[in-house]
């Protein structure tokens, strides 16, 4: 009897939670949130075709050191230069960054990810042509293939595909911008920021009123009143 009323007990609780939780989600304004439509980010990501990539690898800019692979990058639309660095690690890792060639200012890159930098192992030029440039490890079970037009690199061992970057044409870098301000949203942002403390003030004051009201026969003083409080006393 007593297990049958604890079943009973738990599925109260948990029917009147999901009430809780519906009724608090259907009490959102949503009006307070922006659309897609409404942000040049979203808009811009959803805008995005696959097997449309604009960004090409100039393989003329392929730079090779016993630390890395660098090798520059360009979106044929917005021409913004971008540079690719890959890194074989040791443990048959391999990392890649990517950055503008000239930023606008140096990125925020978290700290402590990393106790310390990794321990590198070179990669070297195993293969070449017009479009694609072949980098093999020191043990030579993994490769990495990079593709011109449209960009993309694989990383295989053997005939076996591991990981593949760009490979629906969906990759899109964000790069640095400046921030564009004209005279009319000045204006805007102005008279918006204007409007938001006169509306405060006249918020505060018909909370707590202050007020003297003279009239022909008398005063009439309140230091705390609210405006349906106030009565005036008239001749």
Same mark, same amino acid.
């Given at each position: 009897m007593a297990a049958v009323e604890l079943?009973?007990?738990?599925?109260?609780?948990?029917?009147?939670w999901v009430a809780l939780h519906i009724t608090t989600t259907e009490a959102v304004d949503?009006?307070?949130?922006?659309?897609?439509?409404?942000?040049a980010f979203c808009k811009r990501q959803r805008n995005i075709k696959p097997e449309n990539s604009p960004y090409r690898a100039l393989? !003329?800019?392929?730079?090779?050191?016993?630390?890395?692979?660098?090798?520059?990058?360009? !979106?044929?639309? !917005?021409?913004?230069?971008?540079?690719?660095?890959?890194?074989g690690l040791q443990g048959?890792?391999?990392?890649?960054?990517? !950055?503008?060639?000239?930023?606008?200012?140096?990125?925020?890159?978290?700290?402590?990810v990393l106790v310390q930098e990794p321990p590198t192992v070179p990669l070297t030029v195993v293969g070449r042509d017009e479009?694609?440039?072949?980098l093999g490890f020191e043990n030579k079970l993994y490769k990495v293939i990079i593709t011109s037009k449209p960009f993309r690199m694989d990383i295989m061992t053997g005939n076996e595909l591991l990981l593949s970057i760009n490979s629906r044409g969906l990759m899109v870098f964000e790069h640095?911008?400046?921030?564009?301000?004209?005279?009319?949203?000045?204006i805007s942002s102005t008279v918006g920021s204007m409007w938001s403390k006169i509306k405060n003030m006249f918020i505060r004051a018909s909370t707590v009123l202050r007020c003297r009201v003279v009239s022909r026969?008398?005063?009439?003083?309140?230091?705390?009143m609210t405006p349906s409080e106030l009565s005036l006393k008239m001749g």
């Open positions: 079943r009973l007990s738990v599925r109260w609780i948990f029917l009147t949503r009006s307070n949130f922006k659309t897609c439509e409404q942000s393989l !003329n800019s392929l730079d090779v050191t016993h630390e890395s692979v660098k090798l520059q990058l360009i !979106n044929e639309v !917005n021409k913004v230069p971008l540079l690719l660095e890959v890194y048959n890792m391999t990392r890649i960054k990517i !950055n503008e060639l000239n930023p606008l200012k140096t990125r925020y890159e978290v700290r402590d479009d694609s440039v072949e640095l911008r400046k921030r564009k301000d004209s005279y009319t949203e000045k026969v008398g005063v009439i003083q309140s230091d705390e």
